[in-house]
């Protein structure tokens, strides 16, 4: 049996090696840079108008001709003489030879004819050819998250493709004989089986959406096969249920038996001390426990973060937090506590529930609090600190 802190330092050595893939610019919303973005235009590509009104090359003069027009999209490049100006809009093409653009409202037009009341100062209201980026710069780098600013922005630039980190693909193996598909009368001695519907939402929650479920009973050659392949076909396994030592637990044999190494089983903690972590080649495979508490604690705590780190997220963990107890915590158990709580600014409380098949309690929190296996006591008001349930 391994400590939280090892069993973390082991998982945080994967992947040794990344999966990138192209996709369109419309499908990488929350997706992960796996290179620089070079620029292929200067942007604006041309000089602009940051203003309606009138383009002019400065002088002393107050008083010009208006001599055309130009609007957003127009090519028509005026050549200015002495005095005179073109209408502009914003966005336009600015004239080679305007150096100026002068606000609408600071002019008084008659005719054909404008009078400057309030003269800006010279190259005022142009926007210089490349001043938000020039031909070649770098306009994202790698291991940026693509939100919906950084598409648009790409998108100005005439980009249609980006490389990104592929987001991994996953199986959840749910055993159990006990188990019932929610949707029908519950038999008796049998429960619904919620850990699939739990750990695809949370999957789906961490933009993971290609996850394929299935469910076996306790039998050793249905549970082999169904890992033989999840083994060929995915990146990841979450197996739900059947790793500890009862007589029906088969999960780690057929684990074994498919040639999936074994890096470690057992934590020291609470609740879910019987996770099993192991690769095969490319493939990660976590093994947890199948009281849905202890599932999805270790899922926050330790698959969560090798997958967001597999999708090319830097700050893959939850965010960890101190805050002060507002309940007396006895850990005489030596061993590491993950407990319910609600956290609300600076103090956390332990909620009521704690056992490792309680959802309810689950349902209502908004944070972890974890105790350190050497501490025997925390006590009201003392700092703990905080795992938050929120990305």
Not at 10 to 29: G, H, K, Q, R, W
Not at 203 to 228: C, P
Request: with cysteine; glycine share 6%.
């Amino acid at each position: 049996m391994i400590s939280v802190k090892t069993a973390l330092a082991i998982i945080s050595e994967f992947p040794d090696t990344y999966l990138f893939e192209e996709v369109s610019l419309n499908e990488a919303l929350n997706l992960v840079l796996s290179e620089d973005v070079f620029s292929p235009i200067n942007m604006p590509p041309f000089r602009q108008s940051a203003m309606d009104g009138y383009a002019f090359k400065y002088s002393d003069k107050d008083k010009y001709s208006i001599v055309g027009e130009s609007k957003a999209g127009d090519s028509n490049n005026y050549v200015l003489k002495e005095g005179e100006a073109v209408r502009i809009f914003t966005g336009a093409l600015v004239p080679d030879n305007a150096d100026t653009v002068i606000m609408q409202e600071h002019v008084e037009r008659v005719g054909d004819k404008i009078h400057i009341q309030k003269m800006p100062s010279q190259c005022a209201n142009i926007r210089k050819t490349g001043e938000q980026i020039k031909t070649m710069d770098i306009a994202l780098k790698r291991d940026t998250k693509l939100n919906e600013a950084a598409i648009g922005f790409l998108a100005c630039l005439g980009i249609t493709t980006v490389t990104v980190y592929k987001i991994p693909k996953v199986g959840i193996l749910v055993t159990g004989s006990e188990l019932q598909k929610p949707g029908s009368e519950l038999e008796q001695g049998k429960i619904y089986e919620s850990n699939s519907i739990m750990l695809e939402a949370a999957l789906q929650k961490i933009g993971i959406k290609d996850i394929e479920i299935i469910r076996v009973k306790d039998d050793y050659d249905a549970t082999k096969t169904s890992i033989e392949k999840v083994l060929n076909t995915k990146d990841l396994l979450l197996v739900s249920g059947g790793i500890s030592v009862g007589d029906y637990d088969f999960v780690k044999e057929a684990l074994l038996e498919n040639e999936v190494e074994e890096l470690f089983y057992k934590i020291n903690q609470k609740p879910g001390k019987p996770l099993w972590f192991g690769r095969k080649k490319n493939t990660y495979v976590f093994a947890l426990p199948g009281n849905p508490a202890s599932a999805l604690t270790c899922f926050y705590i330790y698959a969560l973060p090798l997958l967001r780190k597999m999708s090319g997220y830097k700050n893959n963990q939850l965010k960890r937090v101190i805050a002060n107890s507002k309940t007396t915590i006895k850990n005489p158990s030596g061993k590491t506590l993950f407990l319910k709580a609600k956290l609300e600014g600076d103090s956390v409380e332990v909620l009521q529930g704690q056992s490792s098949a309680m959802l309810y309690t689950y349902a209502l929190s908004n944070a972890l609090i974890c105790v350190d296996s050497e501490t025997a006591e925390v006590k009201i008001n003392d700092e703990v600190e905080c795992i938050k349930l929120e990305l």
